[in-house]
């Protein structure tokens, strides 16, 4: 799944929301690793407040739309990259940590990151009205009845999300060589128009495995709704962080 949003990185692109300024102007530092950089969305930004990036990626397709759009990205799993001896101010890691072994990965960015760096995972955590989403739901089970994906998980999104980065501040303090970890929230809402939302839902990881006439199925059912409901809908839209500093000691 980690390596089929490479499917249409320009439509990815398009789709996926950018992050907070406020996000931006805390994570930003002269030199930046960005793990699992995919097309580049977080790493314009941080150039754009004047940082250097250099992004790491596993899918070359990822990789080389970002390199068109100006960010230097190197492909591989980050965590059998090769830093060949690179330091950097700040790493951070949007909306890709969940796929990187956290152990290794752990250990990685302590050999990356300078001492009194950085290190920041964040995430976009909303979701469409309960029509929408119900809708998507029965579609899905209907043409994917054993995809892995758990389409069941109850509560809010937010409050998910809020224990999931508890749980990798955890990681941060298990791992040593970390200051306190600390959490950040940004609320903000998005609209969207019934094509948009489509957009944005066919680069999701449950839709992005699936054969193009299955995700066509899935989409086309999820779009009579929203026409349903006029046309579009404005959600919430919840950035989540979880970040911590490199001990200068270890």
């Not at 990205?73 to 909306?95: H, I, L, M, S, Y």
């Not at 995430?123 to 579609?139: I, K, L, N, R, T």
């Not at 948009?196 to 839709?207: F, V």
């Amino acid at each position: 799944m980690a390596e089929s949003f490479g499917i249409d990185p320009a439509r990815y692109d398009r789709a996926r929301p950018p992050y907070p300024a406020q996000l931006i102007e805390r994570i930003a530092a002269p030199e930046v690793l960005d793990i699992g950089s995919g097309t580049g969305i977080v790493a314009r930004q941080l150039q754009a407040a004047g940082c250097r990036v250099l992004g790491v990626d596993p899918d070359e397709r990822m990789a080389g739309f970002a390199r068109t759009s100006g960010v230097d990205t190197e492909v591989a799993a980050f965590e059998a990259w090769d830093p060949a001896g690179r330091t950097f101010d700040a790493v951070v890691a949007g909306q890709s940590w969940h796929w990187v072994d956290p152990a290794t990965g752990l250990d990685k960015v302590k050999q990356v990151l300078r001492p009194g760096g950085r290190f920041a995972v964040f995430a976009h955590a909303f979701q469409a009205p309960p029509e929408v989403a119900e809708s998507f739901a029965e579609a899905f089970r209907r043409v994917a009845p054993d995809s892995p994906v758990n389409l069941q998980a109850a509560g809010n999104p937010v409050e998910i999300y809020q224990a999931g980065f508890a749980k990798v501040g955890d990681a941060f303090r298990a791992a040593g060589g970390f200051g306190e970890p600390e959490q950040w929230r940004f609320d903000a809402e998005r609209s969207y128009t019934r094509d948009a939302w489509l957009e944005q839902l066919s680069t999701t990881g449950g839709l992005t495995p699936l054969p193009a006439d299955r995700r066509a199925e899935v989409l086309r059912h999820v779009g009579a709704t929203i026409d349903q409901l006029g046309g579009g809908f404005t959600v919430p839209l919840t950035t989540l962080a979880v970040t911590a500093t490199r001990s200068p000691a270890t």
